[in-house]
């Protein structure tokens, strides 16, 4: 079965700082895809990054970065010099595939809350 | 771009009552999912559909039923609502393509209170 973790619920920083939001996944299949989503205080969820399972790449997006490692099945997110319009909740989520119709059931991880002060 | 509309956005029902969110989309996508929000519970997955006519369980269905009679509306009915299903509804969509790399187009969410 499939499950997404993200151990850290909270986590509150001053603006300027660097953070990581952790997420460690659990799978069985070995295509499989990873995404991490924000959703700022408004409440709608936007989609940030997509990776594949044999992509194990970094990404670098301004300042957001990605970290995927398989060999600890995890996918890191980090926000270089944060701001406070970075303040939200962010989550990892896993796909797999379900046999040939290409639907994938998505599992979201809790949630990290990430609060920058100013 | 309407992209995907739910309705209604607030409802507040007392126990044992029933009451069906709309999920509607415009982009003609072929998937469609149900989640609930639950603060320390991150998104959890009700059901979802991989096309018209058809529904799948997702983590946490009791209590609810879903429908896909038209590919544009997916509907989430609650038959007998219970104060464990306070939460916020999320319904989202997306297109089929490379199996797993769906990337989901939310709606604004449906927060319901049961008293």
């Known amino acids: 079965a499939q499950k997404v973790t993200q151990a850290q619920t909270e986590i509150s920083v001053v603006e300027k700082e660097d953070v990581t939001l952790d997420c460690v996944y659990e799978t069985r299949d070995t295509t499989y895809y990873l995404f991490w989503y924000k959703q700022p205080p408004s409440g709608e969820l936007v989609f940030l990054i997509r990776r594949n399972s044999f992509d194990e790449q970094n990404e670098i997006s301004g300042r957001y970065s990605w970290n995927f490692q398989k060999s600890t099945s995890s996918f890191n997110f980090t926000i270089t010099a944060s701001q406070v319009v970075d303040s939200a909740v962010y989550f990892c989520?896993?796909?797999?595939?379900?046999?040939?119709?290409?639907?994938?059931?998505?599992?979201f991880g809790s949630g990290t809350r990430l609060s920058i002060r100013p | 771009n309407a992209g995907v509309t739910q309705t209604p956005k607030f409802r507040v029902l007392k126990t044992g009552q029933s009451m069906t969110l709309l999920c509607a989309q415009d982009m003609n996508h072929e998937y469609m999912y149900w989640y609930r929000q639950d603060p320390g519970m991150g998104l959890r997955l009700i059901h979802y559909s991989v096309g018209e006519g058809t529904t799948a369980k997702g983590e946490v269905p009791d209590g609810y039923n879903v429908s896909r009679l038209k590919k544009q509306n997916f509907l989430l009915g609650l038959e007998s609502a219970a104060p464990s299903q306070t939460s916020v509804y999320f319904c989202?969509?997306?297109?089929?393509?490379?199996?797993?790399?769906?990337?989901?187009?939310f709606g604004a969410g449906s927060r319901l209170t049961v008293l």
């Open positions: 989520a896993l796909s797999e595939a379900e046999g040939y119709s290409s639907a994938s059931k998505i599992i």
């Open positions: 989202a969509s997306t297109d089929s393509g490379v199996p797993g790399a769906n990337v989901l187009t």
